[in-house]
């Protein structure tokens, strides 16, 4: 009976501290992209069960511009009340401020609040290539050394780096193709104006499955379960080309404590929702949650310095 009662006080508990989170006033997510996207879809299945579970209304706000620090200096400009949040990749805490002068610290002046699932690229060419497996790609652009390039849906990411680590270990000579965003580098690549590319997830998994490009490897440190028969480039022996970041929720460094803990009781609830489980592997992402603040900022900072070293290696700007 004790135990009963001690079950019944915690979960009571829990509802009160996911009430108490906010005031009893609109929940405004910022996403710093346009509609559409990775983050964007994120926020709306988040938004749509946090709605649920507080009965409090959620706006999802886009915030694109400038790889993401528009919507970032959104977040730092409201209130640092836990009422406005910004879900986004880890990319803009430790990819992007390599590249673009930001007016605040990635690293000091916002924090993670809890990661939902993880992302890594994919390397990919459209079908009609003639390489049927990534030694055969190899092979195929050596035949071509220096004349062959690559596409990333956008400079200073993940995209870039992964394609020129690549073309330095294996000694390809690409040349870089930069878009402004996934759908037109992945126009490029199927129609033949490039010919590879490392891209996220979420766009390529549907023309993959779909008969349109072709994958080679994955960037994780496990196959995904989307691409259970594509090997990863640990695999494949270039252990230097995981990348894998986390998508989540973000809220200012001053944000105080007592809200962050109830912020973390929340949306731990949110997160491990079955419907969002499921939406988030839908869309080709894999459900992770982690409501660990310090945790998260220990891996962002080894990510930022891990890119902070391709970036200077690599000598990369953004024009």
Sequence with gaps: MDMKRRTLALLAGCALACGAAWAAQPIKLIVPA???????????????????????????ENKPGAGGMIGMQAL???????????VGASNLLAEIPHVIKTSFDPLKDVVPVASFARSGVVLVTAASYPAQDFQSLLAQLKTRKGQTSFASYSPGTVSQYAGLVLSDKAGLDMQHVGYPGSP????????????VMFDGMLTSVPLIKAGKLRAYAFSGPQRSRHLPNVPTTTELGYPD???RGWVGLIAPARLPADVLARLHIAIEKVAKAPAVQQKLSDVGLEPEVITDTA?????????????AGIVKKYGI???
């Excluded at 946090?50 to 409090?56: A, F, H, K, V």
């Excluded at 730092?76 to 949040?85: I, M, R, Y």
């Excluded at 220990?298 to 990510?303: D, F, V």
């Design 241 to 243: 080309l995981q990348f």
């Design 184 to 195: 037109p580098a992945l126009q490029a690549v199927l129609g033949g104006q490039v010919d």
């Design 317 to 319: 700007t953004v024009n």
């Design 295 to 307: 945790a998260l900022q220990r891996e962002t900072r080894a990510m930022s310095e891990r890119n």
């Design 76 to 86: 730092l400009s409201a209130p640092a009340d836990g009422q406005t949040l910004l």
């Design 34 to 60: 346009p509609p559409g996207g990775t983050m964007d879809i994120v926020a709306r299945v988040v938004g749509q069960q946090l709605s649920s579970d507080t009965g409090q209304t959620v706006v999802v």
